[in-house]
């Protein structure tokens, strides 16, 4: 008996040196779990607006009514998406062209899209022509930016709009990537069913 303690003794001690020896490895940090919606979507076509869109029916189309805190008299056209259950927001601005130059509007765009220059690994972007013959470029940014994906759809003569993707939360891009790419396939649905009205 006291051979078979001594025995099972030493087994434990050997391992109890061995775990003391052994490396350590954490455990990668990681986040909570995010239940998404059912994807179902609603039209956008309020009477004198210039567009219409669909967008998902767990977000809320608001009107941007004001400008870096500024009441935004000038824009009765800008709006904003929200999606509160992800504290994400598509920003939506829209500027005649005509009262613009057109060449100005896409620097404009492209220099919004460079800011994030800094921060970014990669700015990538792809024209796009929509089935509804509505023309544009998507700029995705990688990296841990404010906002990851971007848009400007035009008919280079009368409407120019610009939007953008981002959340109330530090820019970065492990922990927003899910709901990045989940509201990313939500972006790319407003900009496939977007039309320009006529007769605005």
């Known amino acids: 008996m006291k051979v078979v303690q ?12 061995m775990a003391c020896n052994s490396t350590f490895t954490p455990k990668p940090a990681g986040y909570f779990r995010i239940d998404f919606p059912k994807r179902a979507y609603q039209l956008f076509d309020q009477p004198g607006y210039p567009y219409s869109f669909e967008y998902p029916v767990y977000a809320q189309v608001m009107k941007d009514t004001t400008f870096f805190g500024k009441p935004n008299d000038e824009n009765p056209w800008w709006i904003n998406v929200d999606f509160p259950q992800f504290h994400g927001r598509i920003y939506i601005s829209y500027k005649e062209v005509g009262k613009n130059k057109f060449d100005t509007l896409i620097k404009h765009a492209y220099v919004l899209t460079e800011k994030h220059a800094s921060k970014a690994y990669s700015i990538d972007d792809s024209v796009l022509v929509t089935p509804n013959g509505v023309h544009g470029v998507f700029f995705t940014v990688g990296g841990n930016v404010a906002t990851a994906n971007q848009f400007f759809l035009t008919d280079s003569t009368r409407h120019f709009l610009r939007g953008a993707l981002y959340f109330d939360a530090t820019p970065n891009a492990d922990s927003l990537g899910i709901v990045n790419r989940f509201l990313v396939d939500d972006m790319k649905h407003l900009i496939n069913t977007f039309r320009w009205k006529s007769g605005n």
Request: charged share 0%; hydrophobic share 75%.
């Open 6 to 17: 001594s025995v099972l003794l030493s087994v434990v001690m050997i391992c109890f040196v």
